[in-house]
């Protein structure tokens, strides 16, 4: 006869004890192993294998530990108990502790059937956190299987740093020097994305036509978007001016992503607003086409772009969840301590003859490519001084870094006009965030 067995049962089968979990039916055990991670899942069907209720010996005087392994075994057993009582499934595998106000746009995650949201919390406030908390649960819930991160091919290798130590998601980095390796490993037919579960993406690389279209059919059903406010341009009519042609290709790309209604879809931005209205409302409109049409000043509309937009400066997470006149709840209650009355003074240093010798060539070499370029066209002329600029500060930075520069070709060579090139030049010499 077989027994039935209830989601959180322990039972054996196969030579070792199992949890029961709740997608299990009558006639099939999903089932993960005591010890086992999400990987070890497997299902099991009553009526061909052999699964009875799980037994343990009763523990004898030769078990007793010391008090250390007793205090280890306390925190194990409170961590497990706390997380896995509490309305989220990640918390107990993931190797961070979030802090109350980084959990603000989870729930707001879990309040949509299909997530999306822009979150533009200030430098610092933790959003590759918070985006990771989201990923993370939608992925322990079963709500998505795969994970693509788009972002600058700078922050690849940071992105996936933190998404393996702090939440146990090992993704792929898919950037011009690694496409071909990991091409060279697909299957006939098959496509880099469905070979590769979790990915993080250069988005230079991917916004071409040759490689967007494979990702476009191919693009997982959680997509995060980092630097999202260097995908969209403002209109041109609107501005009287010309978008950046980089910028309208990751628009397009993002604009087919986002289509599909049922996909997730996290931007992250310290700046959403630029000062350019149709810039925003274009980036709302990826967010849900119908935000980029609402009327923000009345309270509806407020309300309606509340639910899928979360943006704090640091003041406003200083003291999360306290009162002037003290705290609103001891449990509750988090002071956040950020960098501030920062001492700054310049001091000189000293370069090596070697560094020395490199940028008085690479200054000289500057000075005839804007001399030599000034006498061909304004057009011109522009696009060198942006192209020396982008050198020279990358030379400061490091000799590794000036010679990467040499080898990618500068984004204003491809404007057509010399205002255009100051439009693609000028965030090269502008610090980021």
């Not at 999202?228 to 501005?239: I, L």
């Not at 935000?291 to 509806?300: R, S």
């Amino acid at each position: 006869m077989s027994l039935t067995y209830t989601a959180g049962s322990l039972v054996a089968a196969r030579g070792r004890e199992w949890v029961v979990l709740p997608d299990s039916a009558p006639d099939m055990l999903v089932l993960r192993p005591l010890g086992g991670s999400e990987d070890d899942i497997a299902a099991v069907f009553p009526a061909f294998e052999d699964v009875r209720p799980a037994e343990f010996a009763p523990p004898n005087a030769e078990d007793l530990g010391d008090q250390r392994a007793a205090g280890l075994l306390r925190t194990a057993l409170r961590v497990g108990f706390r997380s896995g009582a509490g309305p989220f499934r990640s918390l107990a595998s993931i190797a961070v502790e979030p802090r109350a106000y980084q959990l603000v746009p989870l729930l707001m995650a879990l309040r949509q059937r299909t997530v999306r949201l822009l979150i533009s919390d200030d430098v610092g406030i933790g959003k590759t956190v918070e985006a990771g908390l989201i990923a993370k649960e939608l992925l322990a819930q079963g709500e998505a299987t795969r994970l693509a991160v788009l972002c600058s091919p700078a922050l690849a290798e940071q992105w996936q740093g933190e998404l393996r130590e702090k939440f146990g998601i090992d993704a792929e980095l898919v950037l011009a020097s690694t496409v071909s390796r990991l091409e060279r490993g697909l299957e006939l037919g098959q496509s880099l994305f469905d070979r590769h579960p979790f990915t993080i993406i250069s988005t230079d690389f991917i916004k071409s036509t040759r490689h967007r279209e494979d990702f476009v059919r191919h693009c997982p059903d959680l997509v995060i978007v980092d630097e999202a406010h260097t995908c969209v341009a403002a209109d041109d009519h609107a501005q009287g001016g010309t978008s950046s042609a980089a910028n309208q290709l990751r628009y397009e790309l993002l604009r087919r992503v986002s289509d599909q209604a049922d996909r997730h879809l996290l931007l992250l931005t310290a700046t959403p607003h630029s000062g350019k209205e149709s810039a925003f409302r274009n980036l709302l409109g990826l967010v849900r086409p119908e935000l980029a049409t609402l009327d923000l000043e009345t309270p509806a509309g407020r309300a309606k772009l509340a639910e899928h937009f979360v943006a704090r400066k640091r003041a406003d997470v200083r003291s999360y969840l306290t009162r002037e006149d003290g705290l609103a709840d001891d449990s509750l209650a988090e002071r956040t301590a950020f960098p501030s009355d920062r001492w700054t003074k310049d001091e000189p240093y000293k370069l090596t003859p070697a560094y020395r010798a490199l940028l008085d060539d690479a200054i000289a070499y500057a000075r005839d490519r804007v001399e030599a370029a000034g006498e061909q066209g304004r057009r011109e002329a522009r696009i060198a001084w942006w192209s020396v600029i982008a050198l020279l500060r990358s030379m400061v930075s490091s000799p590794a870094a000036a010679a990467q520069t040499l080898k990618t070709r500068s984004e204003s060579a491809a404007a057509r006009t010399a205002h255009e090139a100051d439009v693609l030049g000028a965030p090269v010499a502008a610090d980021s965030a």
